[in-house]
């Protein structure tokens, strides 16, 4: 298995461990050279938020996965973690609907969990 679907699986673990409400992956390789995965979710206030960002960051380190940059974070309006193959883009629920990420990248692959 390549490391960009074994990191797809970690971070979704540990998305659904905090309560991640609709969980999107999106595979975006054919359509941008950012990744090869993008991963959407929300929580309900900011504390859940950053706590899915904080069960992401731990997972992935405790597998050995460095990120390589972090925004947003003390606002926890929109967490944007980037581990180079995978993006994950944790919102507020108002947040994901006004940006929503899904529509503009409508061109990739929306991908079912079970199928990685």
Partial sequence: MNNAK????LIYQALE????????????????????????????????????????????????FTCRGVEGYQAAHWILL??????????????RRFYDLSRIWRDGKTVDINEI
């Fill in 6 to 9: 074994e990191m797809v699986k």
């Fill in 82 to 95: 980037d581990y180079s193959d995978v993006v994950v883009h944790v919102f507020s629920g108002d947040d």
């Fill in 17 to 64: 461990d905090k309560k991640a409400e609709d969980i999107e992956v999106i595979d975006i390789a054919e359509v941008s050279c950012l990744a090869d995965y993008f991963i959407i979710t929300h929580g309900e206030n900011s504390n859940q938020v950053q706590a899915m960002a904080d069960s992401v960051d731990e997972a992935m380190t405790k597998a050995g």
